[in-house]
């Protein structure tokens, strides 16, 4: 069984920066591939942003892209969020994720076997 512990979400006005951390620990945690997905009130559960542990190798949704930046610290198990210039839209509880993919393209929740309990992120405007 593996489990992931969030943190770091929180208010920001728009145009901050924000990082979210997410530590895995338990089962065999890193044959997983580390994802990162954000839910909206009244919105499905979307992905935003995947990291493999062994390669560093790192996919982001084109709605984040060139503003959010995935990243790992293998000797902490923890897997990391960057979240630049935020918007209003991107206000949401994001949740990191454990879950098998081999291919280069965006998870989807039926990829994942782990979750953490999410992180509430809101931005002002």
């Known amino acids: 069984q593996v489990q992931l512990v969030e943190s770091g979400g929180g208010l920001v006005q728009a145009g901050d920066s924000l990082t979210l951390s997410c530590t895995a620990s338990?089962?065999?945690?890193?044959?997983?591939?580390m994802g990162w997905f954000r839910q909206a009130p009244g919105k499905e559960r979307e992905f935003v942003a995947y990291?493999?542990?062994?390669?560093?190798?790192?996919y982001l949704a084109q709605s984040v892209k060139g503003r959010f930046t995935a990243s790992r610290d293998n000797a902490k198990a923890t897997v990391y969020l960057q979240m630049n210039s935020l918007k209003p839209e991107d206000t949401a509880v994001y949740y990191c994720a454990a879950g098998i993919i081999t291919s280069a393209r965006p998870m989807r929740v039926d990829d994942i076997t782990y979750w953490g309990q999410g992180t509430q992120v809101t931005v002002s405007s």
């Open positions: 990291v493999r542990w062994h390669s560093g190798y790192t």
């Open positions: 338990g089962g065999t945690f890193s044959t997983y591939t």
